[in-house]
């Protein structure tokens, strides 16, 4: 059965408000400084990723950029474990050891959160590698934004995925802008899917503020892949309502610009599409949005109650199968303290 | 045991490591169809085919990521770099991705990655070309560094680090590769533990200590020593991290005088954290000041009369171990 079948749109829909909902609580609790570091949220994109995630399987990896809250949540990591993440709780998604940018959950097959911009095209192209490698029929989606395509490391994976064949879908969220510089700016190119065509990537754009339309396009996409491994390039228009980061003011974009997004929004869009189709009513959604609203509210008072890492395990988690200080412990040795529940290292 | 090249033995890591594990490949610049930039991997290509034996472009950065994320998986990459110096273009990826991994992800993504290649200066190649990257990707918490300097080492750690669950990087020489030296049978099991040291030659008066290229360098002098009457223990890192303090510590007990011969530079280079960890811990058993020998603080020189002068050489050792003998 195809995928796209299997996912209801309403619960799509739920998910794009569970991250809304979700980053607007997590700004309250940065503004609140629960939060540290940086923290970069991602209202305006939602139906990028849920888009993406609606059309695979979910034993298919996906990996992205520090703007990673939404790629966790829509794999069903759950909220609590993410905004514990956000606390640097030990319940956190990554131990409290990641932080914001740094997402993981091996479990959900979400191989991060990354944040060194483009670092992880080549760690995408190793996952796709290792798909092939095994003769799986897994994709790889990989999402990054448009501030990712002119470092060095985007263009050494596409080469590299476009030489060995394979199954991988580059997904470009460009929300128009690197930090505060526009693509215009940045980019010599009129438009970032170009860049694909010079790896002999077959490319397209859709609509990022139309779930349905990202769904479809990643849905064929992957299709294809599955029957011959290849990469694939989409770039996604999208759109970012807040800052760069939560300490950015976003000064370099005008309020009418905001605006016309705002009208665009691809909760409204989605709700509308369903509701005009006779799937949803207005008490639904209504109740759809409580739900979303109380299990935000629910994970904050998690994280809140959490306990913090235990100091004692500072050393814990450098080195797989045992700390090599302090103390000069040899590397074969067992770490002294490692805890009942710690994960074990990879070994198959 | 047979004598076999520093060469060979690597070779026979890589195929024997090739064999026993299918999660393991090679990839890297030229190692399958031109068999090696060095020859290291020389014969793999027919042997294990194309899957596992992979030829890049010139994108170091792109494969030694590539690496990183099929060993998020479960595979076990080695890559080879034709030399280190070319990895600084993958600094990124041997810095920030591989050895953070396994932390910030709480533990849950460990890198079991080999990353290989000649390492330290060669002959007349030049500032770009020259480089000795040990102490600064030792002083990375999350990697391991292993520095090989007979034959049979290069055999052993390099086994050795395929099987470790974390990113290992295997520092060999170029002006090692010809060399020779007694190594196990290939039907016998050769692993030898990163972090163990090794004493290549016993002694009374001083201890050498040193690593890689700087072993058989250190080995000369103490044959020419031996004539003057001074014996000198030669202690062969092998690991620079984790770094053999007992081995070192038990040596300088015996002998209470140091040398410490390197290929890095001297600025916060290898010596200087072994210096410190012996005055730190056994500072009673010295009986002069530590001295160390290292390359000039400089980029290297092509002119080979300069080249010579920036590296560690007999006369330097010979000068530094008098020194601390007083004699």
Known sequence: ?348 | MREITYRQALNEALAEELERDPNVFLMGEEVAEYQGAYKVSHGLLERFGPRRIIDTPISENGFAGLGVGAAMVGLRPIIEFMTFSFSLVAFDQVVNNAPNMYTMSGGQFNIPITFRGPNGPAHQLGATHSHATENFYASVPGLKVCTPATPRDAKGLLKTAVRDNNPVLVLEAELLYSSKGMVEPPDEELLIPLGKAEVKREGSDVSIICYSQTVPLALNVAAQLEEEDISAEIVDLRSIKPLDEKAIFESVTKTHRVVIVEQDHPFCGVGAEVCYRIQKNIFDALDAPIIRVSQEDVPMPYNERLEKAVLPNADKLVAAVKQVCYA
Do not use: W
């Not at chain 1, 691809?266 to 949803?280: C, D, F, M, V, W």
């Not at chain 1, 797989?320 to 529940?341: F, I, L, S, T, V």
């Open chain 1, 1 to 348: 059965m195809h995928p796209v079948e299997q996912r209801d749109e309403v619960e799509m829909l739920s998910l794009m408000l569970l991250i809304r909902r979700f980053e607007e609580r997590a700004s309250q609790q940065y503004q609140a400084q629960k939060i540290g570091g940086f923290c970069h949220l991602y209202i305006g994109q939602e139906a990028v990723v849920t888009g993406a995630v609606a059309a695979v399987r979910d034993d298919d990896y996906i990996i992205t950029a520090y703007r990673d809250h939404a790629h966790a949540l829509a794999r069903g990591t759950s909220p609590d474990a993410c905004m514990a993440e956000l606390f640097g709780k030990e319940t956190g998604c990554s131990r409290g050891l990641g932080g914001s940018m740094h997402f993981f959950d091996k479990q959900n097959h979400m191989y991060g959160g990354h944040a060194i911009v483009a670092a992880h095209i080549p760690l995408a192209v190793g996952l796709a590698f290792a798909i092939k490698y095994r003769g799986e029929d897994r994709v790889t989606l990989c999402f990054f934004g448009d501030g990712a395509i002119n470092q060095g490391a985007f263009h050494e994976a596409l080469n590299l995925a476009a030489l060995y064949r394979l199954p991988i879908v580059f997904i470009c969220e460009n929300n128009l802008f690197a930090m505060g510089t526009s693509v215009q700016r940045s980019t010599s190119l009129r438009q970032i899917v170009d860049r694909a065509e010079g790896y002999d990537i077959p490319g397209e754009i859709v609509d990022g503020m139309n779930f349905r339309e990202v769904r479809d396009k990643v849905a064929e996409m992957v299709d294809s892949i599955r029957k011959e491994p290849h990469p694939a390039f989409l770039e996604v228009r999208t759109y970012r309502y807040r800052g760069h980061s939560m300490s950015d003011p976003a000064s370099y974009r005008t309020k009418q610009e905001l605006e016309k997004y705002r009208l665009d929004d691809p909760i409204t869009r989605l709700r509308a599409q369903l509701t005009r189709e006779g799937k949803l009513t207005n008490e639904q959604f209504d109740l759809l949005d409580k739900r979303a609203k109380e299990t935000v509210l629910a994970a904050v008072k998690f994280a809140e109650k959490s306990p913090q890492p235990p100091l004692d395990t500072l050393y814990d988690y450098t080195y797989a199968n045992g700390a090599m200080e302090p103390g000069h412990h040899r590397p074969e040795e067992p770490a002294q303290k490692r805890r009942e529940g710690a994960p074990s290292p990879n070994t198959d």
